[in-house]
Nanobody, 120 residues
């Protein structure tokens, strides 16, 4: 199974930027979606951004125009560039791989999470 390792979280002031990275332990083949989820205290985990193997992107309305998801397939890495950060972006951010298989249910793999705190 694939292991995902996240990095890049930290403390930043409102209006600042962070870049999260998620490195996979192996090259991902076939159909899949890579996503970034976040979970704030007392709230449900939510999908923030996603990128499919077909190159289609998705962004939650709350981050659209501020966050950008991208990948470097040669490095087996997906990134989340976060600009114009707001206090409400404070959460633990999780990298997710959803792998699709012919004749089977999709399978999810998760990173360990990285804390992002936006505060003055």
């Amino acid at each position: 199974q694939v292991q995902l390792v996240e990095s890049g979280g930290g403390l930043v002031q409102p209006g600042g930027s962070l870049r999260l990275s998620c490195a996979a332990s192996a090259t991902i083949f076939g159909s899949y979606a890579m996503g970034w989820h976040r979970q704030a205290p007392g709230k449900q985990r939510e999908l923030v951004a996603a990128l499919t193997s077909g190159g289609v992107t998705y962004y939650a309305d709350s981050v659209k125009g501020r966050f950008t998801i991208s990948s470097d397939n040669a490095k087996n890495t997906v990134y989340l560039q976060m600009n114009s950060l707001k206090p409400e972006d404070t959460a633990v951010y999780y990298c997710n791989l959803r792998k699709y298989y012919n004749g089977d249910q999709p399978r999810d793999y998760w990173g360990q999470g990285t804390q992002v705190t936006v505060s003055s």
